[in-house]
Nanobody
Framework: QVQLVESGGGLVQAGGSLRLSCVAS????????MDWHRQTPGKQREWVAS???????SVADSVAGRFSISKDNAKNTVYLQMNSLKVEDTAVYYC??????????WGQGTQVTVSS
């Protein structure tokens, strides 16, 4: 049973923007912290941003000022707005949910490729 579904990835030029979406089942969305993570081949998965049930957000230093996380409770959807994209932002981006580490639920990932 698929519980987290990401979308919105694609190919974009450096300096451009993308918005990723993650639709979660209602029970998961309402009870858990929602995250975005990313991974490139040969590297460990990297935490990018989180939003808790109250809407409090946090983002990694590597993307602060460029990326933001938000959610739409009515749509059970969390977003990752990515601006001023850099080549080094190229990765598979994963949505995750849980109330502790490691997260309990993970999406299948969506590829983001930033070209120079």
């Amino acid at each position: 049973q698929v519980q987290l579904v990401e979308s919105g990835g694609g190919l974009v030029q450096a300096g451009g923007s993308l918005r990723l979406s993650c639709v979660a089942s209602g029970s998961i969305f309402s009870r858990n912290i929602m995250d975005w993570h990313r991974q490139t081949p040969g590297k460990q998965r990297e935490w990018v941003a989180s939003i808790n049930t109250s809407g409090t957000t946090s983002v990694a230093d590597s993307v602060a000022g460029r990326f933001s996380i938000s959610k739409d409770n009515a749509k059970n959807t969390v977003y990752l707005q990515m601006n001023s994209l850099k080549v080094e932002d190229t990765a598979v981006y994963y949505c995750a949910a849980g109330d502790s580490w490691p997260r309990d639920y993970w999406g299948q990932g969506t590829q983001v490729t930033v070209s120079s």
